[in-house]
């Protein structure tokens, strides 16, 4: 073994656990009924932190620890990187937006620190169980935080529906983990990659990938197991939307690529396939229920549907330049979506006061700068050229017309002309004239703090920067693919494999 | 200085709208700013066709440095013969958008302003782009300030027009990405000159080509419009602002057909031309019979505008040189006079209060000037010898003839038939009996400012339609000929095209 302590290979989970213990033991220790502000700065602070011990990690060779179960490479430090970011801004924004008199702010900044503990662990795992520990913390985590707003009737319903079907998703990855341990005797990813081709009984391990795709595909909400996602992102809070529809998604894809590209290369005709079909479904069904959406976060639940269906997309392409496109994409939807969930948080009211589509008419008039920023990351969810969601969507169905998915790309780019119809309703209803203007100019928005303001102009510059410069931000991605497929893509397939997914 | 001007040219109006987006919303701070810009970026354009060397065409003022190393888009610009007056065609839009606004947007100036201003720098981005990347993202860009801009400024349902719109044009540009995709996956690059030659020489497979150009030109014909794909011209143009409907048809479209569509797959392009001579000439006569009926001068506007975009349609897919000189000049020719009967509409919209044409009349003694210059720019379009419509008509009609008699007959009657439908609505407009509208609105005839746009406008329109020579001397210079020699080796049959310089004897 070398010589690095195995401390090292986890130092931004340890990191972030520590935060998350002090938050909870400090909130334990003041009294209660006083302002917990400070708490949301210290975690934002401590995973701050987490972010810079990432990056650090990049100066580590690449290697696992803890007789391999967890690994630091250049894909687990850029989903790292990609996650703290995305706590720190969900962070940020919530310490403006949650209600002074809440009694439980402490709990609210310590779980999302958790939730990031697990999501990191979660990419950076080559053992199915610790894959599984992960997976179980970030999704425990987020199923309280769905179920903060306690005193509305939405917020436990969410709350309740998310972990009930959260955790039927969740067995069926368990029973996964069990069938492949039985078909290859091992939990290690990397002993799996190593013997799975030569199982056997090939039944077993295919039924495990089916498995735990189910698993997986519940968690990055794609069609046909996405019918949790509209609800729960309307009865849970706005900040916390805006993490769950990022951070766990991001990392949940993590894993996918791991499972597909690193587990199961051999069974690529398989899953190919299937995801081509689920790619479609997604967008499809998304974009074709979110044109009927008159409530702002419904309709953005089944945005977000139909792009978990633009970046399966990537993954009909071959190696790293699918895996690359795919890391691209979970990076730009995450600069994107946090922006526009933050916008929804100022626009719509904590607590949803103001949540159809037609309350957000004449925004621009009350508040030049939020509107003109919702109309932005709007323009980024539709993907034009000079943001994020364009270079997104590019990456994505150049990997898939370079695996030989023509069609696939052709589908999705139709979808996301679909999709421009519910985008810009939304879009020129901000920039609708009001009524009547004087007053509407007379009635600005409450006046937004330091943390939201923090909060979108990181993912506004972030968007802006992946549009604009992607090049560093997809080198860093192709970086990481690399280390998922060491050998050049040879591909386990012949090329007909792929032509024929094409044609159905 | 070359290298750098066509970067400045792009990144002056964008400099503009950033700056008009911090400064505060002063009242006419930020149309100052807004017109100071284009200015000045318009006097940057002016530099090209003054050091525009006709001796050796091809991209002048080429920038080419690697922007995203994968897939590998280049920062590519430059212009030739095509896209050179264009560009200044752009930079003079400018100016004469702002001011057209300058009396009708009166609220959130800080928003309309620095929009207008990204428009402009996406339309140079479209015109100078030679990596097919780089255009796409223009090309997309152009339609999101232009949509907003109807959206909030609109007349009475904005919204639903900006929607339409948008759709209309950005769902066929889907097509066009992937048909860019796919030519990437073949060749490996986006870059246009490479991109020509990998083409000819059969890199592609001529199955696939067939689908590529046509997902070209589906995306550019939306644009321009070409019927039956006009859907969305009326209802922009009488919701658009002033300064956005004089550019929302046309150039963008009638120019990447020449470039990308002609010119990346002139073997294709020239195999689908019947058809779309075809539906040129119906967008002629389709779009004069319609213009005849309307009661709306906005709506009336849109559809003349789609009969004369349907003249140069025909003039590029002619496949002769003196057409697609023709085409080229009648693009500048159209956009000018449009942008003059968008500007004067538009005091006319100010000083009534009413779009409706049966609701004026005699308007001639009240409003002299307006109504002078109306009939000038009318002349104009009608195609009047000594007016530049003259020239460009001309050209192309005459070379229609050589390709077909019938469809030349057919497209020029759609000629005549402006003639009618341009004198009728002045006739309507400003002579007759007083309107009850003419006789209780104060007049008040053109101001300093329209005046100021509208007499430089009309001059240009003389002196391009005298001396035609001096731009047909650098359109001239647009790679065609090689485009020629590879449409006549797809086609043996073709008769010898006409391929005597018909400008020269116009000129005489």
Redesign the interface.
């Known amino acids: 073994m070398n010589s690095i302590p195995d401390i090292y290979r986890i130092l931004p989970e340890v990191i972030l656990t520590i935060t998350g213990v002090f938050v909870m033991l400090i909130d334990a220790s003041i009294p209660p009924l006083t302002s917990r502000r400070t708490l949301g700065w210290l975690a934002a602070i401590g995973t701050g932190i987490a972010y810079l011990a990432s990056v650090w990690q990049l100066s580590l060779p690449m290697g696992t620890a803890y007789s391999g179960t967890v690994e630091t490479s250049p894909f687990t430090v850029f989903f790292h990187v990609l996650i703290c970011g995305i706590v720190i801004v969900t962070l940020l924004l919530s310490l403006d937006s949650l209600p002074e008199d809440s009694h439980h702010q402490g709990e609210y900044y310590a779980l999302m620190v958790f939730g990031a503990v697990g999501m990191c662990l979660l990419t950076a795992a080559t053992e199915l169980l610790v894959v599984f520990i992960g997976l179980e913390i970030s999704s425990i985590s987020t199923y309280i935080l769905a179920g903060y707003r306690k005193q509305t009737g939405k917020g436990p319903e969410a709350a309740i529906k998310y972990f009930l079907l959260g955790s039927f998703a969740t067995a069926f990855l368990l029973y996964g983990i069990a069938l492949v341990f039985g078909a290859t005797g091992t939990t290690s990813i990397y002993d799996i990659a190593r013997t799975a081709a030569n199982a056997q009984n090939q039944l077993l391990v295919e039924g495990a990938l089916a498995l735990m795709l189910v698993g997986i595909l519940f968690k990055v909400s794609a069609a046909p197991f996405h019918v949790w996602t509209p609800d729960v992102y309307e009865g849970a809070p706005s900040p916390v939307v805006a993490l769950m529809s990022t951070g766990p998604k991001a990392a949940a894809f993590a894993f996918l690529l791991r499972l597909l590209y690193e587990m199961f290369p051999h069974l690529r005709h398989l899953w190919s396939p299937v995801l081509w079909v689920v790619a479609v479904l997604s967008m499809t069904v998304g974009n074709l229920a979110a044109l009927r959406q008159q409530n702002v976060k419904r309709m953005l639940a089944y945005s977000a549907i139909a792009h978990a269906g633009y970046l399966l997309a990537a993954f009909a392409g071959f190696g790293t330049a699918g895996i690359a496109a795919a890391t691209f994409y979970t990076a730009a939807y995450a600069a994107m979506n946090v922006g526009i969930f933050a916008l929804v948080t100022v626009a719509g009211g904590y607590n949803d006061e103001r949540p159809l589509i037609a309350d957000y008419k004449g925004l621009i008039y009350r508040s030049p700068l939020l509107g003109s920023l919702i109309i932005f990351f709007l323009i980024s969810l539709v993907g034009i050229p000079f943001t994020g969601g364009f270079f997104g969507k590019f990456y994505s169905f150049t990997a898939a017309v370079g695996g030989g998915a023509v069609i696939l790309a052709v589908i999705g780019l139709l979808n996301s002309g679909l999709a421009a119809a519910y985008y810009l309703r939304l879009a020129f209803a901000v920039a609708q004239r009001p009524d009547d203007e004087a007053q509407a100019a007379r009635t600005p928005l409450a006046p937004v703090g330091l943390g939201i303001i923090t909060a979108l102009a990181l993912a506004t510059i972030a968007t802006l920067a992946l549009g604009i410069i992607p090049g560093g931000a997809l080198h860093a991605a192709e970086t990481g693919a690399h280390t998922l497929q060491p050998s050049p893509a040879a591909p386990t397939v012949p090329a007909e494999v792929t032509v024929n997914q094409t044609a159905p | 200085m070359d290298s750098m001007i066509l970067t400045l040219i792009l990144l002056a109006p964008l400099a503009g709208a950033i700056l008009v987006a911090l400064l505060p919303?002063r009242s006419k701070l930020p149309a100052w700013l807004a017109l100071i810009t284009t200015l000045i970026t318009f006097g940057l354009t002016l530099h090209l066709p003054a050091h525009y060397d006709a001796a050796h065409p091809g991209f002048q003022f080429v920038v080419n440095k690697p922007?995203?190393?994968?897939?590998a888009i280049f920062y590519h610009v430059g212009v030739d013969g095509l896209s050179l007056w264009l560009v200044v065609l752009v930079g003079l839009l400018g100016p004469i958008g702002v001011l057209a606004s300058w009396k009708s947007i009166q609220?959130?100036e800080?928003?309309y302003y620095s929009l207008f201003l990204l428009q402009q720098t996406a339309m140079y981005g479209v015109f100078i782009s030679l990596d097919l990347m780089v255009y796409?993202?223009?090309w997309?860009?152009s339609?999101?300030p232009m949509?907003?801009l109807i959206?909030?400024y609109g007349r009475k349902n904005?919204?639903a027009a900006?929607?339409k719109f948008?759709?209309f044009t950005?769902?066929p540009?889907?097509?066009l990405?992937?048909a860019i995709?796919?030519l990437?996956?073949r060749t490996g690059t986006f870059d246009f000159t490479q991109l020509r030659t990998d083409v000819a020489v059969g890199a592609v497979p001529a199955s696939a080509l067939f689908w590529v150009a046509l997902a070209f030109l589906f995306a550019f014909a939306v644009k321009v419009p070409v019927f039956p794909l006009h859907g969305w011209l009326a209802d922009t143009f009488s919701e658009a602002p002033v300064a956005m409907a004089m550019v929302v048809a046309g150039k963008l479209g009638l120019y990447s057909m020449l470039r990308f569509h002609v010119g990346l797959f002139p073997i294709q392009a020239h195999n689908i031309a019947p058809l779309l001579i075809a539906l040129g000439v119906i967008g002629i006569l389709y779009g004069a019979c319609l213009a005849l009926v309307q009661r709306d001068y906005w709506r009336f506007l849109a559809f003349a505008a789609m009969s004369h975009l349907g003249l140069i349609t025909v003039g590029i897919y002619g496949f002769t040189l003196t057409g697609w000189t023709g085409a080229t000049y009648q693009i500048l020719n159209n956009e000018l006079i449009d942008a003059a009967l968008f500007v004067l509409a538009g005091a006319l919209e100010i000083r009534y209060a009413t779009s409706q044409i049966a609701a004026h009349g005699g308007l001639a003694n009240r409003v002299p000037r307006l109504a002078t210059l109306f009939v000038i720019v009318s002349l104009a379009m009608i195609g009047l010898p000594m007016l530049n419509g003259f020239i460009g008509e001309f050209l192309i009609l005459s070379s229609t003839f050589t390709v077909s008699h019938s469809w030349a007959i057919a497209a020029t009657v759609g000629v005549i038939l402006s003639a009618a439908y341009m004198l009728w609505m002045i006739q309507r407009i400003f002579y007759g009996t007083e309107s009850k509208l003419a006789a209780e609105t104060p007049a008040h005839d053109l101001h300093f400012g329209e005046q100021l746009v509208l007499w430089p406008v009309a001059v240009l329109l003389l002196i391009m339609g005298v001396v035609p020579n001096l731009w047909l001397r650098t359109i001239e210079t647009a790679p065609k000929p090689i485009v020629l020699q590879q449409a006549r080796f797809a086609d043996q049959n073709i008769d010898q095209p006409a391929v005597t310089p018909a400008s020269v004897e116009v000129q005489r």
């Open positions: 919303d922007w995203i190393e994968n897939p609220r959130r800080k928003v796409y993202g223009f997309e860009l339609l999101v949509a907003i959206a909030m904005g919204s900006a929607t948008f759709l950005f769902i540009s889907a097509p990405l992937v995709l796919y990437y996956a």
